[in-house]
């Protein structure tokens, strides 16, 4: 019998620890290989070791040169060192960039020396709450000659272990608390209002964005205040599997190209796209009779839910999107690229709105954008 409609699946795919403490699950692991992924400041801030000393029945190796937006070239020299290392588990410590390129290794290691490289378990312990990268099967890798960043997806990067312990996080900066903060709520955003967006991602996302308004402001004021660290630590992978899930949308397009060019934090792009693309999507110039679109009505119902008045559409929808520039004010990001000290020429402009089309978040937008469209959203964020 046909009963219509089609089969979804929710797959978590990844083990959490989570809450202080959590760092203790690696002393259950013994006798193994170990390669430790990282960057040097993480390295040589006193992380890494916190780490190694969870692991004393191991053999340790690192590799730490990590950089922010990791190139492909990062991602060969690592391929090198975990065939050097003959390693069994790895260990990757960091921020996305640290979390991403250890997942890329393992897969291109796994995909080129298949005969040499028995990769057991991926253990991620983000250092940032941002990224959901512990989480998911995307690691974005830039290309710095073509100047674009790309999302590769693949099910088997996703990490089989994630470590949320909040301590770690302790030590981050308040401009990078408010960047990958920022990154936290568009994931969840985006995910809410995404194509694919489903009842487990919806209910995912919805926690992540109240836990993200409520604690972000106070884990960037007072970084030690380690309540809202958790808190955040715990938004972070849950707006992760809201969007390994669901998907994102256009702002992310749009961000991967705006990182590529202008240097610009992945964070801060975000945050600085998130006004323009929530009122893009809206499109509430477009109801037609008195029927908005679903972006719209999720727009409302995420207002309603944190609290703000969201009577309509129209008013939700205003809502949220002045809820986040004030967010982004208390947080001190630029409003935008100007004050961001980024400035946009043409020809960049063009690459950027190109890459954004074709990216592979922008596929679930609510919305299916033109050029034209992109070219807006810029004009808006400009300055
Ligand atoms: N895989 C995904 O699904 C996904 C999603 C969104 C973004 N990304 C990618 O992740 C990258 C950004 O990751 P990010 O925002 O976490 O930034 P990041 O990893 O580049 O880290 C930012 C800076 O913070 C420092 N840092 C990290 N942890 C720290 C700590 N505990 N204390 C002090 N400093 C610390 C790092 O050394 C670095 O200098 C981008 O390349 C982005 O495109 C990936
Ligand atoms: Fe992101």
């Known amino acids: 019998m046909d009963i219509g409609g089609h089969m979804l699946e929710f797959d978590f795919g990844t083990k959490i620890f989570f809450g202080e403490g959590s760092l203790e699950h690696l002393r259950s692991i013994k006798n193994k290989r170990v390669l430790i992924i990282t960057d040097t400041f993480i390295f040589n801030s006193g992380i890494a070791k916190k780490v190694e000393e969870a692991l004393p029945k191991c053999e340790i190796s690192y590799f730490k040169e990590i950089t922010a937006e990791p190139e492909i070239s990062v991602i060969c020299a690592g391929v090198n060192c975990l065939l050097n290392a003959k390693a069994e588990i790895i260990v990757a410590v960091g921020g996305g960039s640290a979390l991403d390129a250890a997942k890329a290794i393992r897969y291109m290691a796994e995909k080129v020396y298949p005969n040499q490289v028995h990769i057991e378990e991926c253990i991620a312990i983000p250092t940032t709450s941002g990224t959901g990268s512990e989480v998911t099967e995307f690691a974005v890798i830039t290309d710095p000659e073509q100047k674009i960043k790309f999302p590769l997806r693949e099910a088997g990067m996703r990490p089989t272990i994630a470590i949320l312990e909040p301590t770690l996080v302790a030590s981050v900066p308040s401009s990078v608390t408010a960047d990958t903060g920022m990154d936290v709520l568009t994931h969840a955003i985006e995910a809410y209002v995404s194509l694919n967006a489903n009842d487990f991602s919806d209910a995912l996302a919805e926690k992540a964005v109240t836990l993200v308004m409520k604690f972000l402001p106070r884990a960037y004021l007072k970084g030690s205040d380690m309540l809202a660290r958790e808190k955040m630590h715990n938004a972070s992978c849950m707006a992760g599997l809201a969007f390994a899930s669901a998907g994102l949308g256009l702002n992310h397009g749009i961000a991967h190209g705006l990182g590529a060019h202008l240097h610009l934090p992945h964070g801060r792009a975000n945050a600085i796209l998130l006004p323009h693309t929530i009122e893009y999507n809206a499109n509430v110039k477009d109801c037609r009779n008195g029927v908005f679109s679903v972006a719209a ?81 810029l004009d808006r964020c400009r300055g």
């Not at 980024?342 to 679930?364: G, Y």
């Open 297 to 377: 009505r999720k727009y409302r119902r995420l207002a309603k839910l944190i609290g703000l008045p969201a009577n309509t559409e129209l008013i939700g929808t205003d809502q949220l999107r002045r809820a986040i520039i004030k967010l982004n004010q208390t947080l001190r990001i630029p409003p935008d690229l100007k004050a961001a000290n980024c400035e946009l020429d043409r020809n960049s402009k063009e690459q950027i709105a190109e890459s954004a089309l074709k990216d592979v978040t922008t596929q679930t937008n609510p919305r299916v954008p033109s050029k034209q469209d992109v070219f807006d959203i």
